[in-house]
């Protein structure tokens, strides 16, 4: 069975960055890509790049640029996202999300979520 | 861009009744368009893909339909359990561009 588990949550200060792991089981981690999608409290679904887990290559959504970093580690099938200059309105649950195996644009399944805090 | 928008925001009904869910692209996206739910303190659930195709393990009272610019996913008769957020996606072919619907909030009466 296909999962995903994300790290913990996490509480940041203004300017500083957050990395948020997301272990891949039951199936092949470097044929689907790894979406990572964000959602503030309250709030709508926030989609904010993608990584092809065998190339590493990455799309960044426009309003993240500059700002994020999706790696991986193959060995241990997992994805890293990464954003750093963080700020107020970054406080959100973060979640990763896998390739449907059919369609080239669905996600799943999801991640649970990891909660990401940003305050003084 | 392609923007994905939701009608209602909040649709209130009672178990048993039907409930039809709409989302409009902002041009035509053919049939890539997916539909996920969303409970309180989960994350996402893909109901829906290629705008009528049900994902596994999916009862078989949710069915969605359309294609171009207008979208229907439509619960036939409400359990306890469908009472939460629906929200639409899609994603542009080549470069990845993803979009979801603002989001419709299914209340109880």
């Known amino acids: 069975q296909v999962h995903l588990v994300q790290s913990g949550a996490e509480v940041k200060k203004p300017g500083a960055s957050v990395k948020v792991s997301c272990k891949a089981s039951g199936y092949t981690f470097t044929i689907y890509e790894i979406n990572w999608v964000r959602q503030a409290a309250g709030q709508g679904l926030e989609w904010m790049g993608w990584?092809?887990?065998?190339?590493?290559?990455?799309v960044y959504a426009q309003s993240f640029q500059g700002r994020v970093a999706m790696t991986r580690n193959t060995s241990l099938s997992t994805a890293y996202l990464e954003l750093t200059s963080l700020r107020s309105e970054d406080t959100a649950i973060y979640y990763c999300?896998?390739?449907?195996?059919?369609?080239?644009?669905?996600?799943?399944?999801w991640g649970q979520g990891t909660l990401v805090t940003v305050s003084s | 861009e392609i923007v994905l928008t939701q009608s209602p925001a909040t649709l209130s009904l009672s178990p048993g009744e039907r409930a039809t869910f709409s989302c409009r692209a902002s041009q035509n996206i053919l049939f890539y368009l997916a539909w996920y739910q969303q409970k309180p303190g989960q994350a996402p659930r893909l109901l829906i893909y290629d705008a009528s195709n049900r994902e596994t393990g999916v009862p078989a009272r949710f069915s969605g339909s359309g294609s171009g610019t207008d979208f229907t996913l439509t619960i036939s008769s409400l359990e306890p359990e469908d009472f939460a957020l629906y929200y639409c996606?899609?994603?542009?072919?080549?470069?990845?561009?993803?979009?979801f619907g603002q989001g419709t909030r299914l209340d109880i009466k």
């Open positions: 999300a896998k390739r449907h195996d059919s369609t080239f644009y669905t996600f799943h399944p």
């Open positions: 990584m092809n887990p065998h190339s590493g290559s990455t």
């Open positions: 996606q899609h994603r542009t072919n080549g470069p990845p561009r993803v979009t």
